[in-house]
């Protein structure tokens, strides 16, 4: 996820669609590792993963774990709530612009294999579900970062 921070610097995206266009294409490979289970499809894991990459970025400066805020929690829930395409064979979907999961994937993909700074077109549910949600809970500039030590950073 990293790699996606470049996103910000774009002059042609606001930087709060940025934001959630990166965490949501975050929450497709979240558990990707070895160490955690793979995430396959929008369930309790993929809204944690969804949840804190929205919340907080994080990168690793001088062996330190540095947290920055992005975007208030409410806002995010909504996102993810509006996106998160549950449908089941007998169950109904109450997401209001559904994304289905392999289509999430695909985006985050792009957005994984794409220039440091482009940012390939979201899916239109994307957007959407980003302009439903209340703009005063949106990510804005952090104001402050938080500095964690992480065992074993090298």
Request: aromatic share 8%; charged share 20%; glycine share 8%.
């Amino acid at each position: 996820m990293l790699g996606w921070l470049a996103v910000f610097s774009s002059p042609r995206i606001p930087r709060f669609v940025a934001a959630i266009l990166v965490c949501a294409a975050a929450a497709a490979l979240a558990g990707c590792t070895n160490t955690v289970p793979r995430v396959t499809g929008y369930g309790p894991e993929a809204y944690k993963n969804f949840i804190d990459g929205c919340t907080v970025t994080r990168t690793i400066v001088d062996k330190k774990q540095v947290v920055t805020p992005l975007a208030q929690n409410n806002f995010c829930t909504c996102v993810y709530n509006d996106i998160a395409d549950t449908t089941k064979d007998d169950k109904p979907n109450n997401a209001v612009y559904p994304i289905p999961w392999d289509d999430l994937k695909a985006y985050e993909n792009k957005v994984a294999g794409g220039t440091a700074g482009e940012l390939p077109k979201p899916p239109a549910n994307l957007t959407k579900a980003i302009a439903h949600c209340p703009r005063g809970a949106g990510p804005t500039a952090p104001s402050s970062s938080k500095t964690t030590t992480t065992t074993g950073a090298k």
